[in-house]
């Protein structure tokens, strides 16, 4: 990370900043504390994880679970840094709560009907999908090698979206403003790419389903999610969903005006100005 201490504090003064949360792909074990070393004490501080904070050496993943790696490593490097890592509980604030986690993808984006190859009739398959690409076609889902591999790919979305919504529901029921930060989408329309194979690991669509439900939807003010690297924005079910689109070349954030209930993109590196 090369922000500088002093910028980052500025930054937040100067948009009056009363909690940070970043939205997953931390990608570094250091980054929990730089993140409280550049805001400082006494701002509150809660992290989704991501894919790419799964990922592991292939000795180890075989070894290793998604709930190992959130409760015996993520956690504890959290805890040291005094930051609420979101994927184990909520950001209980005066009148907010802050609700996320990570949320994997169960292929109900996945394209039915694009073909497997330029020219040729020959569909993609559930089959294709679950070997993370088509060897020699199009790449390869990098997920599919380096992420823990004992659970299938729909138990861990079942598993992340129950543990989601749950804590979704303990805020509603503890009333006040709720706002969820997750990693990958619960709506493909917030995806910002074009169609394509990769659409099928952009994120859980019966989370996005879950969340309509129950009238889930209506007492959440904002939710926001990256992962696809693209911006974009929606409304679903009356609530208010924003991809940051963050990338590795540009750190993009938003800054949510909770008053005005506004977002406003900003360059995180610059820490100012609307980069969209
Ligand atoms: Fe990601």
Known sequence: MSLKENDFKAFLKRNEITAIVVCGDLG???VPAELRRLAGEGVPIAVALGNHDFWRHPERRDRLTFEDLTLRHWKPLCDEAGVILLD????????VTIVGGYGHYDLGFAMQTILSDEGSAIPITEEDYLLGGMIGKRGMWQDVVKMPSGKSLF???RLQR????GRIDEAIVRGGRVLVALHTIPFHELNGHEPDFFRAYSGNALLGLELLLKGRAERIELLVCGHTHLPAEGIFGGMHCVNVGSDYRQLQ?????????????VDILRGDGACR
């Open 253 to 265: 954030g938003i800054v949510y005006d909770s008053f005005m209930q506004r977002v406003q993109w």
């Open 28 to 30: 570094n074990d250091t």
């Open 162 to 165: 129950g543990a989601i919504v």
């Open 88 to 95: 184990e509980r909520n950001l209980d604030l005066a009148d």
């Open 155 to 157: 138990e861990e979305a």
